[in-house]
């Protein structure tokens, strides 16, 4: 299964944990960008930017 | 055979523990991202099959999940929990008024509508007082306020906002407690667990969000009898019911959260969060 994926931001290599699921959003460890994962599994595996912490975000 | 689903915009680590607890007693579950959904006046319950017979409405975004959930009851859906208890638990002030009604005790709170009148009720109230957004989470725009001078200071800084809620001024009492709060988690009718929440170093808020510490706190009588009567105030279901221990007053309830975040409970607590959370979720379905 395809673990490991390009930084749009800086180009660094981003693992995604074996446990993760779609929806959850992974760091990269090189630049902090953050990343939504839209797609996950078998050969797929696919990230868009996460969305921003809105002032309306949390308990 | 019940259908869960479990609706957010961020898959955090409570909407997986709900997930996964969800198939671990044999219930279908989906996550939804709320972010793909989209409703009409023409909308059918059938249109949206991945959205089982309930739904737990996560959102970390309050105005996405509120007006969300207003749209999936309006198609017929069952969600935890209903927008009207999103609505009044999202802001401070009619949450505050719900809670003075229903005589809950609470920390005294002034409500006004210019900067003049602001100031006004932050001088007649003494210093030092505490200013929230009406509408806010993990202690965002909370500021305490020790003197006058800053406070016209703060209050400047409001005027200049362009958000027309920043002009609606909630102007607390510092309540005299130790360096913590309490959160106390209610499920349906009964008080799963609490937690102290404690400030981190040079800072005054507890959220955990903020770097705040938590600890198992024991569920006294007066502490369960609060939280059960703060919960059914704002319209009951799942929620985080914060208080504090006025030193002078005993406790007193100032929020009451709709989508209670609980990593932190469920990190000291030994109570099975999301099982419980999904548990009542098959019962508000089946009713």
């Not at chain 2, 017979?53 to 198609?75: H, K, M, N, P």
């Amino acid at each position: 299964m395809k673990s490991k994926i390009e930084c749009q931001e800086c180009g660094a290599e981003i693992s995604v944990p074996e446990d993760s699921v779609v929806g959850e959003i992974i760091t990269c460890p090189d630049c902090g960008g953050e990343y939504e994962i839209v797609k996950k599994g078998d050969d797929k595996l696919d990230l868009k930017p996460a969305e921003r912490v809105g002032e309306d975000w949390g308990q | 055979m019940v259908e869960v689903s479990i609706v957010c915009d961020k898959v955090r680590f409570e909407e997986k523990a709900l997930y996964e607890k969800t198939l671990s007693k044999g219930i279908k579950a989906n996550i939804v991202d709320a972010k793909t959904i989209t409703i009409g006046t023409n909308s059918k319950m059938k249109d949206f099959l991945l959205l089982g017979d309930v739904i737990l409405q996560r959102s970390v975004s309050y105005y996405r999940g509120l007006y969300l959930t207003a749209c999936l009851e309006f198609v017929g859906f069952k969600v935890i929990n209903k927008f009207k208890v999103g609505e009044t638990c999202g802001n401070k002030l009619v949450t505050s008024i719900k809670l003075a009604e229903n005589k809950i005790p609470t920390p005294k709170t002034q409500f006004a509508f210019s900067a003049e009148s602001g100031l006004e009720s932050m001088k007649k109230t003494g210093f030092p007082v505490v200013l929230k957004p009406i509408v806010g989470s993990w202690g965002r725009g909370i500021y305490p306020l020790r003197d006058l001078e800053t406070a016209s200071m703060i209050v400047e800084m409001r005027e200049e906002d362009d958000s027309a809620l920043s002009r609606i001024y909630y102007i607390q009492e510092m309540v005299d407690r130790p360096p913590r709060d309490i959160r106390c988690i209610i499920i349906g009718d009964q008080a799963i667990t609490a937690i102290y929440r404690y400030s981190s170093q040079s800072e005054w808020r507890t959220n955990v969000a903020r770097g705040g510490k938590v600890e198992l706190a024991p569920i006294t009588k007066e502490m369960e009898d609060l939280a059960l009567k703060a919960a059914k105030t704002v319209g009951g279901g799942i929620l985080g019911v914060d208080m504090m221990e006025d030193k002078s007053h005993g406790l007193v309830v100032h929020e009451v959260n709709n989508t209670v975040e609980f990593r932190g409970a469920a990190s000291v607590s030994k109570a099975d969060i999301p099982s419980e959370m999904i548990d009542y979720a098959v019962k508000v379905a089946r009713k």
